[in-house]
């Protein structure tokens, strides 16, 4: 079954800063790779996707991240980090050949004036 | 705004009772998913149902249950509730393609006293 991993229980960086949001994954097959942030009291909201093809992503926000299949990374990126931008984020995969959702752990970043 | 409605928004309850959770799906989306989030457990699949199948299960007690109406809203059924049930449960719901992202309803909180 497909697992997802985010190391990092906590993330912080300044603002202005650029900042990483790691996540690694286990599948047996090709994955479907996502990343969704969960604001205080909200449902979780989709940032971007992986489906095949390009390995770089953009998504909402500003948001990008790079699939890596070598490594099986798919590790959340933004050139330069907003206070608003705090949250806790969630990767999650699926395996093509399967139809449940894995999710991560969550690592909450905290993005500091 | 998700698309996605569920209600309650909030339910306290007593150990040992029963409760049900109401779930919309955005308009178009056949697949229906629940989740559990809790503080110790992070989030957690229960199971999914596409246009009134159950398509996968995760982790779901045999107390709970579930079922898609064929107006395609989900109720997630409760029952013979224990103080650890206390969670946010949130329903999100897809596109027909295993690679579309889910969009999550606003949750609903309950707490087992």
């Known amino acids: 079954a497909q697992s997802v991993a985010q190391p990092e229980d906590q993330v912080n960086v300044a603002e202005g800063n650029p900042l990483t949001v790691k996540c690694t994954y286990s599948v047996s097959g090709n994955p479907y790779l996502f990343w969704y942030v969960q604001y205080p009291n909200r449902g979780l909201q989709f940032l971007l996707k992986y489906i095949t093809g390009d390995n770089l992503v953009k998504g909402s926000y500003g948001f990008e991240a790079e699939f890596n299949k070598s490594q099986t990374s798919f590790h959340l990126k933004k050139p330069s980090a907003l206070v608003s931008d705090s949250a806790l984020y969630f990767c999650a995969v699926r395996d093509r050949n399967n139809n449940d959702m894995r999710f991560g752990a969550g690592t909450r970043l905290t993005v500091k004036p | 705004d998700s698309g996605v409605t569920q209600t309650p928004k909030h339910l306290i309850t007593a150990t040992g009772q029963r409760v049900t959770l109401r779930c919309s799906p955005r308009s178009g989306d056949l697949s229906v998913y629940w989740y559990q989030q809790s503080l110790d457990q992070g989030l957690q699949f229960l199971i999914q149902?596409?246009?009134?199948?159950?398509?996968a299960k995760g982790n779901i007690l045999e107390r709970f249950s579930a079922q898609q109406f064929p107006d395609l809203h989900s109720e997630l059924n409760l029952s013979s509730l224990e103080l650890g049930d206390s969670a946010l449960y949130f329903c999100?719901?897809?596109?027909?393609?295993?690679?579309?992202?889910?969009?999550f309803g606003p949750g609903t909180r309950l707490t087992v006293t």
């Open positions: 149902y596409y246009n009134g199948e159950e398509r």
């Open positions: 999100a719901s897809s596109g027909r393609d295993p690679f579309s992202e889910q969009y």
